[in-house]
Each structure stands twice: as C-alpha cells, then as structure tokens.
C-alpha cells in the first residue's frame, strides 16, 4: 500500500483567521500528544545593521515572562515540567517557536506561547543577564566549523549582502544600556512580531472548532497588522574563489559553495532531490567512488541560506591525507557527478526513489516533526508535480556548471597562501588566505545510479511462529496507525572484557547502511555500554526483520578496512575533539565508569577477535508493534544471532564502586565542561518514582539558576537518563568562564537551595505521561519498556512508577532529596579538569 494514504502522510490543512493568522493544522488520533510550531516570517537579515545579533537576543528574551505569565510560571518551565520539548532558531529570514507536550497541556501551553510572542516583558534586568548568555553562544560559535566556513565563504561574495554580514551577535553588538537600542528592539518586535508575519501550525488530538476557540482567548490574541515587504538584493560570486580556512577539526574538509540568484521556485525541493543522492553511499554512488579512490569519508549538501529564490548551497566533502593531496581531482570528480545527475542520470528513477524515501520518512513522525516537515513551503507533499522538479532539477544542474564555485579547504593546518585575508565584518576571528588548487584533467566518467534501496520495497515472506525463542519478548501495540514498531537487541559480553575498539569497527561498519536503513524509515542506533552492545531498529515495521538480517551480515564479519577506521576512531575518542560540543563528548564517557574496568582490558582487534567476542556474547531481544505475520521472519533472524539465547530478568550486580569517583576527559581549554551522574541509591519502583519526579522537578529551576542568572554558560541542562542498566540523575555544564571545580561547587550550592525550597515545588508537580492509552506514542512506550528491561524489570514497571510518581508524598520526596545531596547511590562526574578535592577518586 502506498503510505501517502497515511494520515502523517498529508500536509495540514490551511487556512486563514479573521485577524490575519495563517494557520495550518493537523489532526491526531486520541492519545497522542499535541504540538505548536511559530514562524515569525522576520530573522537575522531582517534586524538594524547597527545592532547585529538583535533578531537572535530577542528569540531569547520572549522565553523571559510575557504580561499574563512571568517568568516561573511561563513557557519554558510549564513545558519541562510536563515532561516536554521545546526550542527555537533564529535563522536569516525567518524564527521559530516550538513545542511538544501532553495532549492535556495543549492549551496551557499554545497560551504561554502566543502570550510570550505577542506581550513579552523584556525586563532590563534580564536584558543584561541574558546578553552574557548570548556572549557564551558566540565564543562557541567561533570555533564552530560550519559557522566559520559560512563566514569565509561570505568573503568571497561578489556583491554586498547581509550573508556576508555578522548576525550572531555578543557583548559588544548588543548594547542594552542605550535608549537608542531598547528603541530598535521594541520597533523590530512591533514591526514584525503580528498576525500578518507569523503562521502557526498545530498538531494535537482535537478538533479545527475547538482550537479556533482557544485562539480566540485574550492570551492567544496576536496584534493584527498586514504582512511587511521585505527587500531582497543580489547575492552573486561572479569569480569565485579558492580559500584555505583554519579550524580545529578531526579530518580535513573541502567545501564547493555556489551563490545562486534567480532560480525557480521549485529549486529548493530540487536541493533535496539532489542532497538525497548526494548522501547515498551504495556502490555506484559518488561517495563510493570517492572512497575506491581513497579520498573522501563522508558527503552532504548544506544550505545555510535560502530565501525567495536565492541562496548558498554548499557540497561538503570530509577528505583523508590522500583526498588532501588530489583536492583538485576531487572538484572535477564532484562537478563531473553533478552534470551526470542533473541532465543525464534517469529523472524517473531519480524521482520515483525520492518520493519512496519521503513518504516512507514521514511515517511515524511525532507531531513536533511533523510540523517542522511541513513549515517548509518547498516540503515534498503527495500533490507536488513532478514535471516542475524535473525542469528545476535541470535549470540547477545548468546553473551550478555555468558558475566557478567557491572553493573553500578547511583543516587544522595553518594557510600557507600569500595573501592573508582578515574578515572583519564576519565578527569571528577567520584564519584564512588564498590558496589556489592545481587544475585536474576534466575526465568524464561513466556514471550509473546506484541500484534501487531494496529496503524500500522488499519483504521477507509472513509467517505467524507457533513457538517463541526464550530470549525473545514480544508486545502487541494496538492502535498505531503509522505501521510503526520497536525492535531491541541487547548482547552482553563477560566481566573485563570491553570492546570499545570493535564496538567502533562495526560503528563504522554500519555507517553506510544506517543511512540506506534511515531512507526507509528504519531509524538504527548502536550503542555501547561498556560490558554490553545495544542495538536498536525503529520505524517501518515490516522492513524491521529485512534491516536486522542485512545487518547481521555486517556485524559478524565487517569489512576489513572498517577495523583500521575502528582503530582510528577508538583513538581519536581519547581526547576531545573540535568536531563536537565538548558537553556530548563526556556524556558518552558516562557508561565507561558505570562499569569499572571496561577500558584496561584489550581483545585483539581482528575478525578472530571479534568471533571470539560475538562466541562469548549473551542476547536478548525485545519487539514492539511488529505485526503477528513477523514473528515467523524474525526469528528465523533471530536464530542467526552470533552469541547465546539468554532471557534475563535481574540486572547483575556491578563490583563494589567508590562512592566518588572522576574521569577527566582531556585538559582544560577555552571552556570547561562537566557532566555528573547520580545514579539511583536503589534499584525499587518506590525509589525512581521519587527520583523521576525530583529531575522533572529540578530541570527548570537548574537552568535558570546556572545559566539565566549565574550565567555559567549556554549548555546547561539536567533531567532523568539511563545509561544502560544504570538509571538516575544527570547534571550537565558548559562554562567559558568557571572551572570544573567552580562548576561542581555551583551544582551542590543549587541542590542544597533546592532542597530548601523542596515543599513550595512540590505545590506545582504535575504528572506523569506514561499511563497514555496503548495507541498513543509507540517509541515513547517502547523506549520506556526497553529501559526497564535492561534495569532487569519487566513491561509492567513504567505503568508501575508512574501510579508511584501519582501517589507520591512529600517526605518522601525530602528522603530521596537527601539521598541525592549524600550520594548514596554515589557520584560519577566526567569533566575536562582534575578532581578538586581529596573526596574523589580520579581515574
């Protein structure tokens, strides 16, 4: 069945309020949870040149407190407090607004956030605290790589245009103090921020007549205004140009950027086309042969800005040494593809798997993605013409071939070019000089698609299993309209025997299949813990047993070049990499001291190394959602599996731990980052039902706290997380201005307030989301099952906790509060900074 017939499937439906709001919105099944997505049609392009940054400050200013919500009882901690999602981003032309909640919380919510758009405070106050927050934003911003690449490639610019212009803004752009300021603030906010720029999309499990309703109350009421005329000027780089940036990277990078003016409005959904197979990684594809060549390890094609009918499209290509050193062969290898698959190459084909891959990605999206799908004017919808692609496909590929690009080498060396070039209007420091490339010899190549993602369309035969495996546990999910499922394997290996080098091998074993798997609609994650290895396929239920026997083919025997890239990769995890935001870097270093020892002992990194690994493994499965005619398939997979059968239903008990125990994680730098894990004092439905409703309760009150008025730094977050068997509570900082010491002595000082204050939070808990109806979010339900599996509980225990959370009492609340504060169940930090005090044992 074609699953454009799916309701995810269908764009929303459109229409026009009296007062000049575009609304836009989407239906959803009873149980499923609601969300609200804001365009305001005004960015960064858009704000005073004398005040750059202003658009992005004002972004943050609204989550501050608007007239009918102050701060503590406004969007941001409503939304963290029934266990939602929420953000926004400014980009040039345009801002969004976001959020998911429970359906409950809909109207609470889409009130706050129209309120906060509408009427927002912008407290002088606040104004000042959070500009400092905006400043730690553009320090990390600056050695961000595809922020300084974008800054670069505005150099070369052949015409003034606000892309080459500044726009992050800092300290020093952003002058609160001055009357003439608060001026332009208030205009931009009254010029733009009315019904005739913004549009509203609504996912959520009830009706167009009761949300038109709800956007009739006094705090959903935006000011009416027509929609304002925005300039557009010229964006060109008649000469183009041939740069070498310095930025601290992993691997050496070569971008093609192109400034394109005048294209047809159907070019944005022809980007995508062509992105589409740009990324594909199966023999025949581009990257493929980059790779026989030894050149290039990744690809993909980034816009970073787009806006009636003009843009920069940008061709990124992560090189080796090799690629290094034939970087013009590279440019004519790419361009020489692009003439293939934009005038030669079968557009049927070309266009028949895009569509395939699209409607497939939409399934079982949760309705904040949804939205964000549909925000987009040039989406791909069932009722997009396929002709107008095509001549815009063509008129692109005519166009990039016409241009000379910007030719931009990005690597940790310094430019060695004659000619320095200073970018003073980018505001970011640019190490960067003219470095023109050797010429290659213009070889035609013979191009052919690759062959078609059989993931898209082939099925393993049904077949009902009379009997299932010990190791298997299968859960009926009743109501899924989407033909969604879970499907989880766990493997786990003996005491002291990590694999953190073959973990990586197959990592990067799988790359190439995880984004084939992805194109059709099966999301694969992989992940370690330690003294375990998780494998997860969710998504499209029936390929679910074709996905997992394909990659049983790869994760027994890799090919042998992915045990060179294992090691490399295992090697670069050592240290920090510029690669990533520090914060994430330590979080993935939480499981190795939740299992001590995982990192001393060496099994050899080979195949035979691996089989005898895979010998000594125990699995267990958990599935989801699948429909009966499955299980037959998957396990006749599942009986294939390297390793023992072995349903388990206690979690094993680790070896005795200090109580407080630190990893540092490279040296001290420009910021200091620190990650600490509380994990659970006991492993009881009474104690996470305590500790569950503790994190939701403190997530709030720590973010304002650390970031909005101690202002430590812009990645400050805590909440509720499990690493493997282990579950408990995270506290996470990124700080350009304290140490990790500092850092920890900020965390303590805030749970010895919060415990202060413990009773007057308690007042405004609310509940917990996991006893929705059996229809309602499957990978929500799942996930939440899975994670009770691997603590060694069964499919019961979440429904479990939460009529735990529901009954819970304040002295128990208090009890569990000081368990936290005393580390019973003790503390884990990683950071980039030693230890500071005795108490710590340091590894």
Request: hydrophobic content about 45%.
């Amino acid at each position: 069945m074609n699953s454009a017939g799916y309701p995810s499937s269908l764009p929303p439906q459109r229409t026009m309020l009296p007062g000049g709001l575009r609304l836009g919105f989407v239906s959803l099944p009873a149980g499923s949870q609601a969300a609200a997505l804001v365009r305001v049609q005004a960015g960064a392009h858009d704000a005073p040149g004398q005040y750059p940054g202003l658009a992005h400050f004002l972004e943050h200013l609204l989550f501050l407190g608007s007239e009918a919500y102050p701060p503590t009882r406004s969007l941001m901690p409503f939304v963290q407090g029934c266990a939602g999602q929420l953000n926004a981003s400014t980009r040039e032309r345009h801002t969004d607004y976001f959020f998911q909640v429970p359906a409950e919380a809909f109207g609470e919510a889409l009130k706050r956030l129209l309120d906060m758009l509408a009427r927002p405070l912008l407290d002088p106050a606040a104004q000042l605290r959070e500009r400092e927050v905006l400043q730690a934003e553009f320090l990390a911003r600056g050695r961000d790589r595809d922020t300084l690449c974008d800054a670069a490639v505005g150099t070369a610019l052949s015409s003034a245009h606000p892309f080459s212009g500044f726009h992050a803004g800092n300290r020093e752009t952003l002058p609160v103090e001055d009357p003439l300021f608060q001026q332009a603030l208030q205009d931009y906010h009254r010029r733009f921020y009315h019904s005739g720029q913004i549009e509203l999309l609504v996912a959520a499990p009830c009706s167009l007549e009761s949300l038109r309703v709800l956007l009739d109350c006094a705090e959903c009421r935006l000011p009416v205004a027509p929609p304002v005329p925005r300039p557009v000027v010229p964006l060109r780089a008649d000469s183009g140009a041939s740069l070498r940036l310095k930025v601290s990277v992993a691997r050496p990078c070569l971008d093609l950027a192109f400034a394109l003016d005048e294209m047809p409005d159907e070019v944005c959904l022809a980007l995508d086309v062509l992105g589409v197979w740009l990324a594909s990684q199966a023999p025949d594809s581009l990257l493929a042969a980059l790779r026989q060549a030894g050149w290039c390890e990744a690809a993909a094609l980034r816009v970073p800005y787009w806006h009636d009918r003009q843009g920069v499209v940008i061709f990124q290509l992560q090189l080796t040494e090799q690629g290094m050193a034939a970087r013009g062969q590279v440019v004519a290898v790419l361009r020489d593809w692009l003439r293939f698959m934009t005038s030669q190459a079968a557009w049927s084909q070309v266009w028949d798997e895009y569509v395939q891959i699209r409607e497939r990605g939409l399934l079982g999206k949760e309705p904040l993605a949804r939205l964000r799908y549909w925000i987009d004017p040039a989406a791909w919808r069932p009722s997009t013409d396929s002709a107008g692609v095509q001549l815009a496909f063509k008129t692109l590929g005519i166009r990039l071939g016409s241009l000379r690009p910007i030719i931009l080498t990005v690597g940790s060396d310094q430019p060695t070019g004659d000619e320095p070039i200073v970018a003073a209007t980018s505001g970011f420091v640019l190490e960067l000089a003219k470095e023109p490339l050797s010429d290659a010899a213009n070889r035609t190549r013979s191009w052919r698609l690759p062959a078609h993602n059989r993931w898209l369309s082939e099925r393993l035969a049904p077949c009902v299993a009379p009997v299932r495996l010990p190791a298997l546990h299968w859960l009926d999910h009743e109501g899924s309209t989407d033909q969604q499922a879970v499907l989880y394997l766990r493997w786990r290996f003996a005491a002291n025997l990590p694999l953190a080098e073959l973990w990586h091998t197959l990592q990067a074993a799988l790359r190439p299949f995880t984004l084939a798997a992805a194109q059709a609609g099966v999301e694969v994650r992989f992940d370690d813990y330690g003294r375990s290895w998780c494998l997860a396929l969710i998504g499209y239920a029936e390929a679910l047993p074709l996905v997992l026997r394909d990659l049983l083919e790869v994760l027994q025997a890799p090919p042998v070049d992915a045990f060179a890239e294992g090691n490399r990769l295992h090697g670069a995890g050592r240290t920090p990499s510029a690669d990533e935001i520090l914060i994430r870097q330590l979080m993935r270093r939480v499981p190795m001291l939740l299992e001590p020892g995982t990192e001393e002992c060496r099994v050899p990194m080979d195949q035979a190394g691996l089989t005898e690994a895979w010998r000594r493994s125990q699995w267990e499965a958990l599935a989801i959602g699948l429909p009966s005619g499955s299980s037959g398939p998957l396990q006749a997979v599942l009986r294939a599996l390297p390793g023992i059968p072995q349903a388990c239903d206690e979690a094993e008990a680790g070896e005795a731990a200090p109580r407080y125990l630190w990893s540092r994680f490279g040296t001290p730098a420009e910021e200091s980052a620190l990650v600490l894990f509380c994990p659970l004092p006991a492993r009881s439905v009474a104690v996470e039902a305590a500790w569950r409703q503790l994190a939701r309760l403190m997530e709030g009150a720590f973010f304002r706290r650390l970031r909005s008025e101690l202002q430590l730094g812009y990645a400050v977050f805590s909440g509720f997380r499990q690493f493997g068997e282990h579950m408990g509570i995270v506290f996470a900082v990124q700080s350009p201005s304290a140490s990790a010491g500092e850092i920890l002595l900020h965390i303590e000082a805030f749970l010895e307030a919060f415990a202060g204050s413990l009773d007057t939070q308690i007042a405004g808990a609310a509940g917990d989301d996991s006893t929705q109806a059996p229809g309602s979010d499957l990978r929500r339900r799942a996930e939440r099952i899975w994670q009770a599996r691997l603590a060694g509980c069964g499919p019961e225990h979440p429904a479990a906790v939460a009529r735990a959370m529901a009954a819970l009492r304040a002295d128990r609340l208090a009890e569990q509060m000081q368990a936290l504060r005393t580390a019973v169940g003790g503390w884990r930090v990683v950071a980039n900074g030693d230890a500071p005090d005795a108490r710590w044992q340091q590894r």
